[in-house]
Nanobody, 126 residues
Framework: QVQLVESGGGLVQAGGSLRLSCAAS????????MGWFRQAPGQERQFVASITWSTGITYYADYVKGRFTLSRDIAKSAVYLQMNSLKPEDTAVYYC???????????????????WGQGTQVTVSS
């Protein structure tokens, strides 16, 4: 079992930036798909981006493409979501997720990921 802990959320004005971090611990893996999802009040959990642990291949949802950048640091067992040009509609709780053993960015549904962090709140004011 892998444990995930997110950090870096907060309050920012529209057009600003935030960097979310996700630290992984517990089970070690050489292949996995790491994902970020978000959930606004009253809405379903929504895919944001994913990255393959071994090769660093990324995949982004259309609504964040060009604004968000996902990276990983294997030595630190961490992934980072750099969020630029934030909009009020980006306001949500952001969750880090992992699917150990995956080697592609094929998976994008919450049900495809077995390990989740506790979430970090991102609030973008207009």
């Amino acid at each position: 079992q892998v444990q995930l802990v997110e950090s870096g959320g907060g309050l920012v004005q529209a057009g600003g930036s935030l960097r979310l971090s996700c630290a992984a611990s517990g089970r070690t893996f050489t292949r996995a798909l790491m994902g970020w999802f978000r959930q606004a009040p009253g809405q379903e959990r929504q895919f944001v981006a994913s990255i393959t642990w071994s090769t660093g291949i990324t995949y982004y949802a259309d609504y964040v493409k060009g604004r968000f950048t996902l990276s990983r640091d294997i030595a630190k067992s961490a992934v980072y979501l750099q969020m630029n040009s934030l909009k009020p509609e980006d306001t949500a709780v952001y969750y880090c997720a992992a699917r150990p053993g995956a080697w592609t960015t094929y998976y994008y549904k919450p049900v495809d990921f077995g390990s989740w962090g506790q979430g970090t709140q991102v609030t973008v004011s207009s």
